[in-house]
């Protein structure tokens, strides 16, 4: 780590200030832009992070030490519609080997498509697959689909028995929104012998997780009520309900009930594109989940991750008693720049999940397969960074690496006041505080994917505030100068960790692959992912930066970095 001749932290320009561009919902079919030729020459395509070779991009498992991803795609062009599960399968959830879509319209209950659903595991180890089907009459129903050949270790063939399908429909009775009924789960079977599964709605704003239950996985009833409801959030994508170990990092099987065990509850929601999360106990005698005391339902609640960051799914992997949680990171540019990229959408690294010692939420971190990729470590302890200053991380390639750093700071005199307003909406405060906002402790953190003269850099950082009687630590990714040339939405992105930086060390670990920059602050606590597409450093090089422009002098107590070889990917 070299100290650079670039001083212009303290003088940030906005003269490039973030364009915008109004992404546009998940579920819009643009007709005229189905077809595409990719470029051949596509500088934003990731090298470790899974997507398809092409074009737009639900149930991942694991089945006999084989992982299966099943994910959305459109065959025909870069945006959403003609949607199919392609499937692709792995050893170690890194490299991946690509087969013909699994599940693709051929019954009359998915004639116009078939959507999101998940996996799970029988007792006879036999895979079940329940998703959401678009029927002739254009309603959302759930189908069943098994595999044809058990033998075969990929399953590359399933099948569909139109006379059993749909096995979960709206009805005269149910009077359930034929529009706002997606999304399966992954079944539990309960005490009882019972298999429950749930499906994402809304009735009006009211958002819910409506409860099914099975004695044989093919005949679906509706319970009484749902398991879980929220008033004023919207329609409920996605869902996932799923245990987790109150005294344990490792992950438990989707069944698991009782002593020990707190249940999860995720949405995401149709209206922000945000998902949010609440910890709570499940009541399997009264089929009802109940939030913890103090959990916040809706948009301000906590989140598995507060950047690009959707339509998240875990399962447990049996294999390593873990669970595993996989988000999809969509893109920031428009339709028509998706179409002349030629790809839309990337999944992010795959995570193992478990619950914080303070039972008060959930940590994550990137599965550890993924240092296998890691070779020409660069790694630096007890470097000062005094007021202003940045210093270059050298060595490694800067549009595809791991980062690790540790900061200790000493010195809070001159830390600044949160205001109670901005307590809730740290994306806002992260808006307006920058990181050309110079603070008193903080801005400090990484530059990455910068030109040389700084004119081009995404920036994760940290600042500290003083709140009440204790300091609180926020995590902020700005986006505002991560392409000189090229315009879409440039929103800054943030986060409250939960740390206490004055007896604790500050970590941030950040993955950075060519358009994604993936970060885990608090060794897990907070996550933010951004999408960004820089332009001058295709041209002249990306480089690497630590830097601060707070007041204060921050202590770098230990960096390591690592190029990243690029996986087998499809």
Known sequence: MASSSVWLICLFSLLFGPGFIEIEASHHVYSRLQTASPPAYQPYRTSFHFQPPKNWMNGPMIHKGIYHLFYQWNPYGAVWGNIVWAHSTSKDLINWIPHPPAIFPSIPSDINGCWSGSATILPSRKPAILYTGINKLGQQVQNLATPKNLSDPFLIEWTKQPKINPVMAPNSINMLNASSFRDPTTAWIGPDRIWNVIVGNKINREGRAILYRSKDFISWTEAKQPLHSAADTGMWECPDFYPVSNHSTNGIETSMIGHGVKHVMKASLDDTKHEYYTIGTYDYVKDIYIPDKGSVEGDTGLRYDYGKFYASKTFFDSEKNRR???????????????????????????????????????????????????????????????????????????????????????????????????????????????????????????????????????????????????????????????????????????????????????????????????????????????????????????????????TETVKISNLNAWSMKKAHIN
Request: hydrophobic residues 40%.
């Open 324 to 550: 595993i949680l996989w988000g999809w990171i969509n893109e920031s540019t428009n339709a028509t720049i998706d179409v002349t990229k030629g790809w839309s959408g990337v999944q992010a690294i795959p995570r193992q999940i478990w619950l914080d010692k303070s039972g008060k939420q959930l940590v994550q971190w990137p599965i550890a397969e993924l240092e296998e990729l890691r070779v020409n470590k660069v790694g630096v302890p007890n470097t000062v960074l005094k007021s202003c200053s940045v210093v270059e991380v050298s060595g490694v390639t800067a549009t595809q690496a791991d980062v690790e750093i540790e900061f200790e700071i000493s010195k809070f005199d001159k830390v600044e006041k949160l205001d109670p307003s901005m307590r809730s909406n740290p994306q806002e405060l992260c808006s307006q505080k920058g990181a050309s906002v110079k603070g008193g402790v903080g801005p400090f953190g990484l530059l990455v994917l910068a030109s040389k003269g700084l004119e081009e850099y995404t920036a994760v950082y940290f600042r500290i505030f003083k709140y009440e009687k204790n300091h609180v630590v926020l995590m902020c990714n700005d986006l505002s100068r991560s392409s000189l040339y090229l315009d879409y939405d440039k929103a800054s992105f943030g986060a409250f960790v939960d740390v206490d930086p004055v007896h604790d060390k500050l970590s941030l670990r950040t993955l950075i692959d060519h358009s994604i920059v993936e970060s885990f602050a608090g060794e897990g606590k907070a996550c933010i992912t951004s999408r960004v597409y820089p332009t001058l450093t295709l041209k002249e090089g990306a480089r690497l930066y630590a830097f601060n422009n707070g």
